[in-house]
């Protein structure tokens, strides 16, 4: 693969999990990243460009790939994929770097195999 694939990373408000994902993942030479958030309140609420531009969506939690899946059915959406991640987190806490590390490098590897 020549391209570096595009990963949206999608929590409740944007505000810690995605948030931490994009932050730690920014400067990574595999894929570009983009974090957006489901809720109006969000720091930066997710849109049909967002879901456009990604090759894999990676969700926090399973209702929040129901709530892309029915709101976005218009859509030709990307593989979304569910963390398991639950929002007991703050923003760059440090467990929840760590997991969140080891499962977008899991998903990348089995995806993308890189």
């Known amino acids: ?56 969506i990676l969700v926090m939690e399973t209702e929040q790939r129901s709530k892309i899946q029915k709101h976005y059915i218009h859509l030709e959406l990307p593989k979304i994929e569910v963390l398991k991640i639950s929002d007991n987190y703050e923003f760059m806490d440090e467990e929840l770097v760590e997991i969140l590390t080891d499962r977008i490098n899991d998903n990348l590897k089995i995806i993308y195999r890189i």
């Open 1 to 56: 693969m020549t391209e570096r694939p595009n990963i949206l990373v999608v929590c409740g408000r944007n505000k810690r999990r995605s948030r931490t994902a994009e932050y730690i993942f920014k400067n990574d030479d595999r894929f570009n990243i983009r974090s957006a958030g489901l809720s109006p309140k969000s720091n930066r609420k997710i849109s049909e460009k967002d879901l456009n531009w990604a090759d894999l």
